[in-house]
């Protein structure tokens, strides 16, 4: 009795569809360069992803789904930050043409921008540092202005990771 209950169960996991959660993070390539130089809101991206994706033992996302995109927001470089790059991702397309409308973004630990790094300061004075055992020494301290930020460049070929912030039926 209790075989027939367990495998008419497993039954009933294979028809459901599997739910691909929020937070899942995705591994994808970039196929075209982008820049925060040439780039505007609204522009198109694509990636692919480079790896089979399973919930359980099912797979779900196969590896060569194409994962499209767009550019969300765009930061010129400023004196102290390169420029950055916001792309939020709008679906993906497996390789057997299944459509996945998806909700997420290109996720970085700044925010989802990808750039926007810190620039160093640009000048230096030599200030005197005391120790009790030795002479004194000049050491070079940072004055307060940072050099020109540089455009940010994603490569194709980079390697990135998608956020889901919803969850995606997969079918």
Do not use: C, W
């Not at 169960?9 to 390539?29: C, L, P, Y």
């Amino acid at each position: 009795m209790l075989m027939l209950i367990s495998g008419k169960i497993s039954a009933e996991e294979n028809n459901t569809n599997s739910i691909i959660r929020a937070g899942t993070f995705i591994k994808v390539i970039n196929l075209a360069e982008f820049s925060s130089l040439t780039a505007d809101i609204g522009d198109k991206v694509t990636f692919m992803n480079i790896q089979d994706m399973f919930v359980y033992e099912t797979k779900v996302i196969p590896e060569n789904t194409k994962v499209y995109g767009e550019i969300e927001d765009v930061l010129e470089p400023i004196e102290g930050r390169d420029g950055a790059i916001k792309v939020k991702i709008i679906k993906m397309i497996t390789p057997d043409k299944k459509l996945y409308k998806v909700k997420g973004h290109i996720y970085t630990d700044n925010d989802n921008y990808l750039g926007g790094k810190q620039t160093m300061p640009v000048y230096y004075r030599k200030v005197p540092h005391y120790t009790q055992a030795m002479r004194p020494m000049l050491q070079a301290a940072p004055i307060s202005i940072p050099e020109m930020g540089k455009h940010t460049v994603i490569k194709p070929g980079a390697e990135l990771f998608v956020i889901l912030e919803e969850d995606i039926k997969a079918k």
